[in-house]
């Protein structure tokens, strides 16, 4: 009889992309050990939906309301949402009744968690940030095992429950040629290149600073800008613009040295690592782990009203091993680019690195999935 493992959570690709990370790893671990398993994802949205189907991973959309710690006219839709989707939740989990459930988190993980613990089915859970979310919180008194990222989530949890593991890693972004990076992206060797990171939703903040330092930038520097789907209509009109304005001066710089896109699948993503030599993000826990994968070194913006502040709190543990901070009231385009060439010098660049290097935990799907697999 087959082992069924339930996985559950959803929302921004903070949650999606560990989950599949592990659901990977588990499939992997199956086949080594000659062992039938199937899977099922619960979760909410297309963002998840998608990842399940390209990675062959059956799935079941249920409702969800989200946890809003603010007023919102959204949460009166909300609430009728949030009953729908624990009926939803027990009747997938009555056809396929799991022998474990592991939760990435986001409000679309509580019902079939909560469901699952109402058959005494055991639960995992993971925690991305330094300062859980509301649903790992409420999660937490439930799961029998919690994996942390950062060691300052712990004591958020019962005392003895966590494990330090760091962040599931989709195994495609590590390790990614640079020669063959540099050629997908038609860049020139003999240039440094920044990548931009905006997250699957698109970061604001981030993709306005870069516009108003483009024309700066490009002088110098190959940008890799990943801005979101909803935002790269406006970011495209807006260099094009900068482009028609600048034509006899810097349009063929930004022609020549600039790289948009709206969203990086896989297989970019690991290609746009290697090509880097500096990065710029917004501070969930996931693209941390990801950028000191990569060692390289990086100019981190967190989100400044993120909940419980958290993506500031990430960004300050990882600043210890050298990421540069800058708050979002803080950028301009002359800081930026002075950040940017201070992490370039020669007797800083290597060091940063090795420091960065040192964070990673890139094993972390695999202990996970070891864990689910053996450890019930």
Same mark, same amino acid.
């Given at each position: ?23 990977? +790893?588990? /499939?992997?671990?199956?086949?080594? !050990?000659?062992?039938?398993? =199937? @899977? ?7 963002? #998840? ?109 019962? +005392?003895? /429950?966590?494990?330090?593991?760091? !962040?599931?890693?989709?195994? =495609? @972004? ?7 990076? #540099? ?109 000191? +994968? ?83």
């Amino acid at each position: 009889m087959a082992y069924r493992i339930l996985l559950t959570g959803g929302g921004s690709g903070g949650h999606v992309f560990p989950l599949i990370a592990v659901a990977n +790893a588990l /499939k992997e671990k199956a086949q080594q !050990n000659g062992q039938e398993l =199937e @899977l099922l994802i619960l979760g909410d949205g297309r963002f #998840i939906e998608k990842a399940a189907i390209d990675s062959s991973i059956p799935f079941k959309r249920i409702l969800t309301g989200k946890l809003r710690r603010y007023f919102s006219l959204l949460t009166i839709i909300d609430i009728f949402k949030i009953p729908i989707g624990f009926f939803q939740s027990l009747w997938h989990m009555f056809w396929f009744m799991p022998d474990v459930i592991f939760a990435k988190g986001g409000y679309a993980s509580l019902a079939p968690s909560i469901i699952g613990r109402s058959y005494f089915i055991p639960l995992f859970i993971h925690e991305s940030d330094s300062i859980p979310g509301l649903a790992n919180r409420i999660l937490g008194k439930l799961a029998k095992t919690v994996f942390i990222s950062f060691q300052s989530a712990e004591k958020y949890f019962k +005392a003895g /429950k966590t494990v330090l593991i760091g !962040n599931p890693l989709r195994k =495609e @972004l590590i390790g990614q040629n640079k020669e063959k990076a #540099i050629e997908a992206f038609q860049l020139n060797p003999g240039n440094k290149t920044i990548l931009v990171l905006g997250g699957s939703q698109g970061a604001q903040k981030i993709n306005d600073i870069i516009l108003q330092s483009l024309v700066l930038v490009v002088k110098k520097f190959q940008l890799i800008h990943q801005c979101g789907e909803t935002q790269y209509n406006y970011i495209k009109n807006e260099a094009d613009k900068l482009i028609k304005e600048g034509e006899g001066k810097y349009a063929d710089d930004i022609k020549t040295n600039y790289r948009l896109f709206p969203f990086l699948e896989i297989e970019q993503l690991g290609l746009a690592y290697a090509a880097a030599d500096i990065l710029i993000s917004r501070s969930g826990g996931g693209s941390i782990f990801e950028i000191a +994968a990569a060692s390289k070194p990086v100019i981190l913006i967190p989100i400044t009203d993120s909940s419980a502040d958290h993506q500031l709190a990430n960004a300050r543990e990882f600043s210890r091993f050298g990421a540069v901070v800058l708050e979002e009231q803080n950028l301009t385009p002359h800081i930026l680019i002075n950040q940017i060439e201070s992490l370039l010098n020669e007797g800083n660049y290597a060091k940063i690195s090795a420091n960065i290097k040192t964070f990673a935990k890139i094993d972390a799907a695999d202990k996970i999935a070891d864990t689910l697999i053996t450890d019930n």
